[in-house]
């Protein structure tokens, strides 16, 4: 009997397997298959794809990439998710995870496939006004520069983006000059010339990619925002956006003589991977490792080539960089970045226009509230707790109905604040209609009256609804009353989620017109798609 | 034959007779069985799998064809994961594993006493060196820390070195140094002390010197830690695994690590290979004193004692490692790759110190990972 049955099961089993094998969240590439390398990986790796269509015939390897952010890939690692889905990793480095003990222990063998320095890139008439062509420059002088707003730039989130987080462990490494890698001390005697370096700073983004295309647009004025002149971020994509030819002037890159963070890139397989798992992990690695190969990574994205038989290009003006330390513990790491937005990096004004109307009630108000108390401190995971309210960042909520309500101030200075949101965010109600346009102005006369105090802040608006509006201004007039504004308030990115039955085109404009950027919580939480907005504000 | 309307009264049957609850856990474990039968396949089925887990610097030679197929000849098929010497030691599930390969003896006495081995096998051993380049043996034979030593080869005076880093020396302070005036401390690169084996070595010799002899007892420990321990610490972030490094300094080059602490066979690997990742102006300087890392394959199940009788034993195998570099039981097949490929290696290294026991060396680690 139980022979039987295990034949049958078998044999439903080997019939499942013979399938499409179907994708599941623990499983979002499928199961394994002899050929096929289920990879999770940082989504800047997805400039490769040309490359590994060419592996695929060359090697008989098909790679399955499924993206995720740096903090959620290693949090993945640690706990054992990702062993259950995936045969191999591919983020820009294996330092961070290899800091979490729990992540360290199930990566197996890494094969470093290319790399790409995190430099500073201004437009060429800028760095000559700086006086610096012509010869390097360290980071002490650019973070003086800085701090007297000689130039301003755009860099990721570093929790959410490597970028932005290589910048940010360079520029307070190379301050820190004492040589060593960091420490909770080292990172207070900077934190004045941290402040300094991070005062030019005027714009932010969740992701590498977002970042630059909102840089050509504010360049080539289409975006209401403040100009930005130049961008930190890797070697490679400074030098594709020159070599795009979208730019109204070629930037050139900053190279600091005294040091740079550099992404390595290694596909790295786990060791829970299976056999054929392993055997396809060895055949792509030497495929990519290839010189010929290398020679047309390099040429495809921009980054070096990892194999040391093969030269440099032309197009890397500077070779030879120096790499600076990197910090030992895990907990120097979270400290420097809990410093960057707590005290370093110029804060923010947050301000929530939300949709309480009838339509909301029940699983909708109760996943807004979730969504806002998830900021609050109430999300555990790695990712999540960077992305709650930060010290010294001035929050509003506007909930609205037929009408808005009254906005609720918070400026956050510790937990005491962090849970009078919360009170708030428990108390929000869902009744009456859906006055959004009325309610959004409204939102702007809230942050003027703010902006007047104190403008200095990266100032947004997170517009969320479930629906077409009822009440008040209709859009046009809406439109009319935004390209009224005064260039400060226009230029007020404004983050529209798309959720319900929102009115997707009407969304669309208002974050085109505000330069802004649409999140859509329609297959996912409100509160996944509030975390993702936290990188851009 | 299996038709589906069987399969389905089948899969009806368990249901009913065991409940949900244990159809679902058979048939995720057949889905296993079937995943891993099917994976097999990918190889010649006569092979037996061997795993093993491995120090990284072996990973080469493992993943190499010819060896492969010498293991292949014995009806083997070995595959290998890297894990830091005391990650073997420490956080990996041996379970997982026939056999475990950490790159010193200490390491290995210790797991063949944790495990109950009844034997280890020690086919080969490789002295530390310290990897760098033309342009900063110049500057350092300037400060003294490089010096002619009894052979024809260079030493790295340890000693000297220690009073560099003991009033933390960066090197744009070194003086008349336009070639690497790089705003950080003048530190070898190496592991982490709390994964490695190699950064154990590493710390095996500084400590010899900064103790005027092996370290011994609390004493020493309390009076060494201090010079030795920063060593490390203040290089902050540092690799897992040798391979790490050292590739560094071969494709990233002296930017990067301008001093790179390595397994001589790590280098002697990329000349026997000749593909020209030695470049010229890349060079090896033997520290004075230095340890030899004495790699030993500790077999955790039988089939993990197969691999080691072969890799000791079998002369294919001893020629094959003795081309990646590493100093064979039996000198011959290594004197014959040196001499083949006119490596630039002593031939014997003198000055070459016992590193302290396993529980000293485990104290010390132990203290330094405290601190970070």
């Known amino acids: 009997m139980i022979r ?45 794809r040309p490359v590994l269509d060419e592996a695929a015939k060359a090697t008989g390897v098909t790679v399955e990439l499924s993206f995720t952010g740096t903090l959620d890939g290693a949090e993945s690692v640690a706990n054992g998710q990702a062993e259950a889905g995936f045969d191999a ?88 000059g004492s040589g060593s890698a960091l420490d909770a001390a080292a990172i207070a005697s900077v934190a004045p010339r941290l402040k300094d370096f991070f005062a030019a700073q005027t714009l ?30 890797y070697e490679s994509v400074l030098l594709s956006l020159n070599a795009s ?102 804060p923010s004004r947050t301000l929530y226009v939300l949709d309480t109307s009838g339509s909301m009630e029940g699983d909708r108000i109760d996943g807004l509230r ?52 919360r009170s708030a965010a428990e108390g929000l109600e869902a009744t009456g209609g859906t006055a959004i346009y009325s309610s959004l102005r409204r939102g702007y006369d809230v942050l003027r009256a703010q902006a007047a105090d104190d403008p200095d802040r990266f100032t947004s608006i997170v517009l969320m609804t479930d629906g077409e509006n009822t009440s008040g201004d209709a859009f046009p007039a809406f439109a009319a009353f935004h390209s009224g504004l005064d260039p400060a308030m226009k230029g007020v990115p404004v983050f529209p989620v798309l959720f319900g039955e929102s009115a997707n085109d009407e969304m669309r404009q208002v974050a085109a017109m505000s330069g802004g950027k649409v999140f859509d919580a329609r297959g996912r939480t409100l509160a996944e798609a509030f975390k993702e907005i936290r990188g851009y504000q | 034959m299996i038709r589906i309307g069987d399969l389905l009264h089948e899969v009806a049957e368990v249901k009913r007779l065991s409940g949900i609850a244990l159809a679902v856990v058979l048939l995720v474990g057949v889905v296993f069985a079937v995943v891993r039968g099917r994976s097999d396949e ?61 790159s010193s003896a200490p390491a290995a006495e210790q797991l063949q006493r944790a495990r109950g081995a009844a034997r280890t096998y020690a086919p080969f051993s490789s002295p530390m060196v310290v990897a760098t380049f033309d342009p900063i043996v110049e500057l350092l034979t300037a400060q003294g820390v490089v010096r002619q030593g009894p052979g024809r080869y260079r030493v790295f005076d340890v000693a000297r070195y220690l009073e ?55 004493d020493a420990e309390a009076k060494v830690l201090p010079v030795v321990g920063k060593l490390f610490l203040e290089q902050g972030y540092t690799q897992s695994s040798t391979d790490g490094p050292f590739e560094d300094y071969l494709s990233a080059g002296m930017g990067k690590t301008p001093l790179v602490l390595a397994y001589e066979a790590q280098f002697v690997d990329r000349v026997v290979r000749g593909d020209s990742t030695i470049r010229p102006g890349m060079t090896l300087l033997y520290p004075a004193p230095t340890v030899l890392s004495k790699h030993t394959l500790v077999p955790l199940k039988p089939a993990g004692d197969k691999v080691g009788e072969l890799l000791t034993g079998d002369p294919e195998l001893g020629e094959l490692a003795a081309t990646f570099g590493f100093r064979t039981a039996d000198p011959r097949y290594f004197r014959q790759v040196v001499e083949e490929h006119a490596v630039a290696v002593p031939d014997t290294v003198v000055d070459v110190v016992e590193p302290p026991s396993y529980e000293t060396l485990e104290r010390m680690l132990e203290a330094i990972a405290k601190q970070y």
């Open chain 1, 4 to 48: 039987r049955v295990l034949v049958g099961v078998l044999a439903a089993a080997l019939l499942a397997g013979c399938s499409s094998d179907p994708a599941t969240p623990a499983r979002p590439v499928g199961d394994p298959r002899p050929g096929v390398l289920r990879v999770l990986a940082g989504s800047e790796l997805a400039d490769l």
């Open chain 1, 89 to 176: 990793l591919w983020f820009s480095s294996n330092r961070y995870l290899e800091l979490l003990p729990d992540a360290a222990k199930r990566l197996g063998t890494p094969t470093r496939v290319m790399s790409s320095p995190v430099v500073l890139g201004l437009p060429t008439s800028k760095v000559e006004e700086l006086g610096w062509s012509g010869r390097r420059v360290g980071w002490a002088e650019i973070a003086e520069a800085a701090g007297r707003k000689a130039f301003t730039y755009g860099m990721t989130d570093p929790s959410t983006s490597n970028s932005g987080f290589s910048a940010l462990v360079g520029v307070a490494s190379a301050l820190a």
């Open chain 1, 204 to 233: 932010s983004a969740g992701s590498s990619g977002w970042l630059s295309e909102a840089y050509q647009r504010r360049a080539r004025g289409e975006d209401p925002g403040p100009e930005v002149d130049g961008l930190v971020n």
């Open chain 1, 245 to 346: 030819g979208l730019l109204p002037e070629p930037l050139t890159l900053v190279y600091p003589n005294d040091g740079v963070v550099t992404a390595d890139y290694p596909l790295t397989l786990l060791t829970s991977a299976g056999s054929d798992a392993r055997g396809v992990h060895e055949r792509l690695s030497e495929y990519l490792r290839s010189p010929d190969v290398q020679r047309r990574i390099s040429e495809v994205t921009g980054r070096r080539p990892a194999n040391p038989q093969v030269a440099l290009g032309d197009r890397f003006a500077v070779r030879d960089l120096v790499e600076l330390p990197f910090p030992g513990t895990g907990a120097a790491v979270d400290g420097l970045v809990t410093a960057y937005f707590d005290q370093l990096r110029r």
């Open chain 1, 370 to 421: 979730q969504a806002v108390i998830g900021l609050t401190g109430a999300d555990t995971s790695l990712s999540g707790r960077f992305s709650r309210f930060h010290g010294r960042e001035q929050v509003t909520l506007l909930p609205f109905s037929s009408s808005p309500r009254e906005p609720l101030r918070f400026s956050v200075t510790g937990d005491a604040e962090l849970g009078q949101i």
């Open chain 2, 42 to 102: 990918a190889g010649s089925p006569d092979l037996e799998t061997v795993r093993g887990v491995i120090g990284s610097e072996k990973l080469a030679f493992f993943a190499d064809r010819r060896v492969k197929d010498a293991f292949a000849r014995h009806g083997l098929r070995v595959e290998v994961d890297p894990a830091g010497s005391r990650q073997i030691a420490t956080s990996v599930d041996l379970d997982r594993y026939d056999f475990a390969f950490p």
């Open chain 2, 164 to 218: 560099l880093t003991a009033v933390g020396t960066r090197w744009d302070q070194l003086p008349a140094n336009t070639d690497y005036p790089a705003r950080k401390n003048l530190l070898v690169t190496t592991t982490d002390p709390r994964d490695s084996n190699s950064a154990a070595m590493y710390l095996a010799i500084t400590s010899f010197v900064a103790n005027g002899g092996v370290v011994s007892s609390p």
